[in-house]
T-cell receptor, first 115, second 119 residues
């Protein structure tokens, strides 16, 4: 079964520091990969997605993620954290197969940004 | 264009009571989903509807039923609520269209959630 592992349930950074949120997937065939963000008391919003066009994917709010097949990873980064980035981030995976495929989420990483 | 809307936003039930969570989308999407979110467990799929007229079980369907009322609306029913169903429930929708090599699914759009407490 498809799955993703997010290392670290909480990550703390200072404002202006690099943000790195880790995600590893398990699949014999590279799947579609997604990062979602959830702000307090809100639903999830898509940050970016990997569908195979390019291994470095740029998303909204200055975030980007790089697909590395050799490491089965899709880590999320942002060069300089902002206070408004404090939220919970979810990595998700979906098979490339034809037919209807379900989205499977990781357990989430809460990003804390201190002044 | 409201996107995905959910009602109610908050609900407190007693064990054994029933209720229906409502979800509607105005994006003309084919597919709709119900998830529950629990601390440390991410989002888990309860039921989904790939297209109007079809529903299927997800990862954690026990204790729930769903109805795809029409293309816009997808409701989730708890017939006899249990404390283990205390959670935040999210509805989502996505476009699914027929491509050359099969179905192509678009991005899922999420509603704001319903926070349910079962005492």
């Amino acid at each position: 079964a498809q799955s993703v592992t997010q290392l670290g349930s909480h990550v703390s950074v200072s404002e202006g520091a690099l943000v790195l949120l880790r995600c590893n997937y398990s699949s014999s065939v590279p799947p579609y990969l997604f990062w979602y963000v959830q702000y307090p008391n809100q639903g999830l919003q898509l940050l970016l997605k990997y569908t195979s066009a390019a291994t470095l994917v740029k998303g909204i709010n200055g975030f980007e993620a790089e697909f590395k097949k050799s490491e089965t990873s899709f880590h999320l980064t942002k060069p300089s954290a902002h206070m408004s980035d404090a939220a919970e981030y979810f990595c998700a995976v979906r098979r490339r197969n034809t037919g209807f495929q379900k989205l499977v989420f990781g357990t989430g990483t809460r990003l804390l940004v201190s002044p | 264009n409201a996107g995905v809307t959910q009602t109610p936003k908050f609900q407190v039930l007693k064990t054994g009571q029933s209720m229906t969570l409502q979800c509607a989308q105005d994006m003309n999407h084919n597919s709709m989903y119900w998830y529950r979110q629990d601390p440390g467990m991410g989002l888990r799929l309860i039921y989904y509807s790939a297209s109007e007229g079809t529903t299927d079980k997800g990862e954690v369907p026990n204790g729930y039923n769903v109805s795809r009322l029409n293309k816009r609306e997808f409701s989730l029913r708890l017939e006899s609520a249990a404390p283990s169903q205390t959670s935040v429930y999210f509805c989502a929708s996505s476009e699914t269209r027929q491509g050359g090599s099969g179905r192509v699914q678009g991005e899922q759009f999420f509603g704001p959630g319903t926070r349910l407490t079962v005492l």
